[in-house]
T-cell receptor
Framework: QQQVKQSPQSLIVQKGGISIINCAYE??????FPWYQQFPGKGPALLIA???DVSEKKEGRFTISFNKSAKQFSLHIMDSQPGDSATYFC????????????WGAGTKLIIKP | NAGVTQTPKFQVLKTGQSMTLQCAQD?????MSWYRQDPGMGLRLIHY???????DQGEVPNGYNVSRSTTEDFPLRLLSAAPSQTSVYFC??????????FGPGTRLLVL
């Protein structure tokens, strides 16, 4: 019930293509869904986040799509660039949980030039 | 702002040794946490703190201790290192809108 399942484990996309990473959850009480980006040798950094009252949020080339009925949310990277090559983590949290995040296992994204 | 800082960057320990991983933040955040990151397992919460003097266990607390005497500092102690504790350790503090700010990590190898 507390898990967030992330897929795929790894992804290779050509430069200029669309990268799509998916996450699924069971607990309908989750109310915050962030995506974090991690470059090799660095700590994760918040990329974009969404709450369940909206179905989509866009920031530049990055979009979160949220499907409440399917209990799924996904990250779309448009016009993918080699600089987007990183590991991406989805996460979720419950209200009044002291900000504890339940993390997906991560997706290693490689953008080929 | 230095953000979240961690020391050391890299450490090699022998089984049974103890050590303290340091973490400090200068953003005046009340909530801080320690994670370990292992390949294919994402980030797992070890301990967290909601303010000075208050700490609690996360998902994988065994073998680790924490304390929070000030808002700024949140050290993680390994009591008796084991090879299973070989990992990358991240400290994070949580700011507005639940955003977590991570340090650069400590890479620990236990032989």
């Amino acid at each position: 019930q507390q898990q967030v399942k992330q897929s795929p484990q790894s992804l290779i996309v050509q430069k200029g293509g669309i990268s799509i990473i998916n996450c699924a959850y069971e607990n309908t009480a989750f109310d915050y869904f962030p995506w974090y980006q991690q470059f090799p040798g660095k700590g994760p950094a918040l990329l974009i986040a969404i709450r369940p009252d909206v179905s989509e949020k866009k920031e530049g080339r990055f979009t979160i799509s949220f499907n409440k009925s399917a209990k799924q949310f996904s990250l779309h990277i448009m016009d993918s660039q080699p600089g987007d090559s990183a590991t991406y983590f989805c996460a979720a949290s419950l209200p009044a949980s002291n900000y504890q995040l339940i993390w997906g296992a991560g997706t290693k994204l490689i953008i080929k030039p | 702002n230095a953000g979240v800082t961690q020391t050391p960057k890299f450490q090699v320990l022998k089984t049974g040794q103890s050590m303290t991983l340091q973490c400090a933040q200068d953003m005046n955040h009340e909530y801080m946490s320690w994670y370990r990151q292992d390949p294919g397992m994402g980030l797992r919460l070890i301990h967290y703190s909601v303010g000075a003097g208050i700490t609690d266990q996360g998902e994988v607390p065994n073998g680790y201790n924490v304390s929070r005497s000030t808002t700024e500092d949140f050290p993680l102690r390994l009591l008796s290192a084991a090879p299973s504790q070989t990992s990358v350790y991240f400290c994070a503090s949580t700011g507005l809108e639940e955003t977590q700010y991570f340090g650069p990590g400590t890479r620990l190898l236990v032989l």
